[in-house]
């Protein structure tokens, strides 16, 4: 009597766990490189959207790549916009920019199909640099000009001041080869380390 009980208490055991197994599909795991969308106030799209890919903060206001995290060569920057065509485009992000209730202040210079934008936030905004603002950041600067692939973004206070120079140096008439040693120290400096 015992076995015929213990029998089926194995078979009963047996059953249960091929019926869970069964069930269990594997899952794969998201890749490191994927990042969960902000809600935004865009059309719903159909089907998966993902959001560019971020590069991990180095400082409390560092920025962000959008895209492949590259360090454009002066040949690739020089070679997408003309002057002028990058001067409108610059303009076009900034106002885009700007027009977000957290930003009170963007500044942008275009080289080619790389945007490096400085902001300052509104003083009613007490957080800091975030994923969303900067998420937020670049979908602007792409929608401004579709041209536009790689965002650098940052908030800090010095950095902001160099980016303000190069726009100077730009709107006074200097030409994207005259800025593009400066512009490309900057995205140098915001880029991670590793």
Known sequence: MKKIVLFMLSALLALGLAGCASEMTPQASPSPMMTTAAPTT?????????????????????????GAPSS????????????????????KVSTEVARLSEIDEATTVVVGDTALIGVSFDAQYQGE???RIKDMV??????????????????????LERVRAIWEQRDGGSAIADITD?????????????
């Open 182 to 194: 400066e512009f490309q120290e900057i995205v140098n400096r915001l880029m991670p380390q590793g």
């Open 42 to 66: 865009q059309a719903p799209t159909v089907g998966p959207t993902l959001a560019p890919t971020i590069a991990p903060e180095t400082t409390a206001s560092a920025m962000m790549p959008t």
């Open 138 to 159: 670049a979908d602007r600067a792409k929608t401004a000009d579709s041209r536009i692939q790689n965002v650098w973004v940052t908030a800090d206070p010095d950095l």
């Open 72 to 91: 454009p060569s002066a040949a690739d920057m020089a070679s997408e916009m003309t002057d002028e065509e990058a001067l409108t485009a610059a303009e």
């Open 129 to 131: 640099m975030t994923t």
